[in-house]
């Protein structure tokens, strides 16, 4: 919790004391996803990401993809907090775009689908050179990117009552944890740790061999179909609820342990999370610096423009 810039935020008071659940997929599943993604751009969309990325990330995305989780507690973007999940009925197994888009307060489009949608078409300012001052285009980037990672988190869009996970209780082989963090989390660090010597690029490797000419090429064409860039994260949505809970959350109880065969059996499901956050990353970056006409005029009737 406590990073530079938080701790910095801190001193400068801009942060209002808590001790947030974690609720966010991890720094590695950002930084895959966002790695994946900016692998797979055209040229057009290539150019316009180096453009609106800050000097310090050194033209890399995936360097600023978990920015957003860093500054979701500051004063300024407290806002932004529920934008990176979905709380869904207990049990549901379900997501209603109508029903539960929403913050606690009942504010519509603040969820992680919503957001998605909000700074799709932020971005679509940039090819149609409006330059318009309302919105921070650096930022719509960086909320995008990671939001992309967020949704295809299962227990991201996970049950009410136990905030997806956060509050069931468990062990993971020797330590304890909660069924969030297993997938944010767990998951990815333990096959880091023992199938690729705690060797992040040679996992990414891995997984982009899959896209291109293993497990999931044939599947990648079907993992990019979108006919609307607003309504397709509803999609990415429901397939999150619909694996929390046949992989999730699927009898797993308080003070349980997980190990091996919980491990072995959700690793296939994690990676291709991933791996699909990162193609539909790039089919959206694509889309939206690219020279497809029909997404230009994408519906701008989302919540929170006015917040940045
Ligand atoms: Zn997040
Ligand atoms: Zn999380």
Known sequence: MASGASLLA????????????????????????CQIAQGLLEPAAA?????????????DLSALCVWPDQVRHWYKYQWTSPLHFIDT???ACSFVYSRDCHDPSGSKDMCVAGAIANFTSQL????????????????????????MGDVHQPMHVGFTSDQGGNAVNLRWFKHKS?????????????????????DMDAFRKDLEHNITKGTWSDDMSSWKDCTDLTSCPTKYATESI???????YNSVHEGDTLSDDYFGSRLPIVTQRIAQGGVR??????RVFGKHKRDAAAPLHLAADDEL
Request: charged share 20%; with cysteine.
């Open 10 to 33: 801190a001193v400068l008071g801009l942060v209002i004391a808590s001790a947030p659940v974690t609720r966010s997929w991890s720094t590695e599943g950002h930084m895959l996803t």
């Open 47 to 59: 150019h316009a990401v180096k453009n609106l990325l800050p000097e310090e990330a050194g033209g």
């Open 89 to 91: 009925p207990d049990n």
């Open 124 to 147: 679509m300012h940039y090819k149609q050179g409006s330059a318009d001052r309302k919105y921070n285009l650096t930022e719509a980037l960086l909320f995008l990117s990671h939001f």
């Open 178 to 198: 909660n069924l969030h963090h297993v997938w944010d989390r767990e998951i990815i660090l333990t096959t880091l740790a023992e199938n690729y010597g705690k």
């Open 242 to 248: 619909d694996l929390a809970c046949k992989w999730g």
């Open 281 to 286: 990353l790039a089919m959206f970056l694509n």
